[in-house]
């Protein structure tokens, strides 16, 4: 079957424009994980969803960002006013219920460039 | 309070030889631990996980892992290096601290040489 989608793969924005990345997770899978993933550096947690609801922000770097989730399915991470130390690789995740023992099933990331 | 640390940030082996990659863990309940590998330009993948049952825990590839509760240890093992497993591989600990959400350590990248 199909697996975790993000689109755009890539993205290119200049200092200060919003940007909006996009995953879809596996059909089924009821939590939802938004990672980071800098140079050389290891996953950075940002939040959690399980269902549409968000118990854990507590990665969310700053007000700036932002993420949704519709439908129990399609995610949407928000950066507003990019700044150039908000280029990383953004990885999405989804597992079955959100257990500890749940295997995540990792996107392909969107690798975001601010300049 | 759940912490991993990947005690190497770079292992280096010759081909057809063993490979070690080493992983501590901090943990305040029963963990379930997990290795996850990066291919360059790929997603990351399962290797294995640990989850309360046997510990010493099969996965793809020829990959194995033993759950070593007195030492907080969750080391990947391999016994003949190939090209193909030079990647990024990460552990990962996950227990309840109102959710699970899982803990990443910082990547262990595994260099293969001919």
């Known amino acids: 079957g199909a697996g975790v989608s993000q689109s755009p793969s890539n993205k290119v924005t200049e200092k200060g424009k919003d940007v909006e990345l996009r995953c879809d997770p596996i059909s089924g899978h009821t939590a939802l994980y938004w990672y980071r993933q800098s140079l050389g550096q290891g996953l950075e947690f940002l939040i959690y969803f399980q269902g549409n609801s968000a118990p854990d922000k507590s990665g969310l770097p700053s007000d700036r960002f932002s993420a949704e989730r519709t439908g129990g399915s399609v995610s949407t991470l928000t950066i507003q006013r990019t700044q150039q130390e908000d280029s990383a690789v953004y990885l999405c995740?989804?597992?079955?219920?959100?257990?500890?023992?749940?295997?995540?099933?990792f996107g392909p990331g969107t690798r975001l460039t601010v300049l | 309070a759940q912490s991993v640390t990947q005690l190497d940030s770079h292992v280096s082996v010759s081909e057809g030889t063993p490979v070690l990659l080493r992983c501590n863990y901090s943990?305040?309940?029963?963990?379930?631990l997990f290795w996850y590998v990066q291919h360059p330009n790929k997603g990351l993948q399962l290797l294995l996980k640990?989850?309360?049952?046997?510990?010493l825990v099969k996965g793809i590839n020829g990959f194995e892992a033993e759950f070593k509760k007195s030492e907080t240890s969750f080391h990947l093992t391999k016994p003949s290096a190939h090209m193909s497993d030079a990647a990024e591989y990460f552990c990962?600990?996950?227990?309840?601290?109102?959710?699970?959400?899982?803990?990443f350590g910082r990547g262990t990248s595994l260099i293969v040489h001919p």
């Open positions: 995740a989804s597992s079955l219920g959100g257990a500890g023992t749940d295997t995540q099933y």
């Open positions: 640990y989850t309360s049952a046997a510990t």
């Open positions: 943990s305040s309940y029963s963990p379930s």
């Open positions: 990962v600990v996950s227990d309840w601290g109102g959710s699970y959400i899982p803990t």
